[in-house]
């Protein structure tokens, strides 16, 4: 569970390159399925668009350490 997550919408304009849509942090740990409730919340929509993308800060963060794949 993570406090800070990042999402980029399915209906972002690929036009723009990848751009994150924004960021979410909860006061306390939470997990996926929480983290898209507090976006819809946060967007106030009922639904989020096919092909959001939602990861963690834990997780954008180990994608980028090569160090632990050698």
């Known amino acids: 569970m993570q406090r800070e997550w ?3 919408l399915g209906s972002e304009d690929s036009a ?6 924004g960021r ?4 306390k740990p939470v997990t996926l399925a929480q983290a898209k409730h507090l ?3 946060k967007l106030g929509i009922k639904r989020l ?3 959001t993308i939602i990861m963690s800060s834990r997780e954008l ?9 050698q």
Do not use: E, K, Q
Not at 16 to 21: A, M, P
Not at 24 to 27: C, D, I, Y
């Open 61 to 69: 963060s180990s994608h980028g350490d090569f160090s632990r794949n």
């Open 39 to 41: 976006i819809r919340r």
């Open 6 to 8: 990042f999402y980029r």
């Open 49 to 51: 668009p096919a092909r």
């Open 24 to 27: 979410v942090t909860a006061s």
């Open 16 to 21: 723009n390159g990848f751009l994150w849509s």
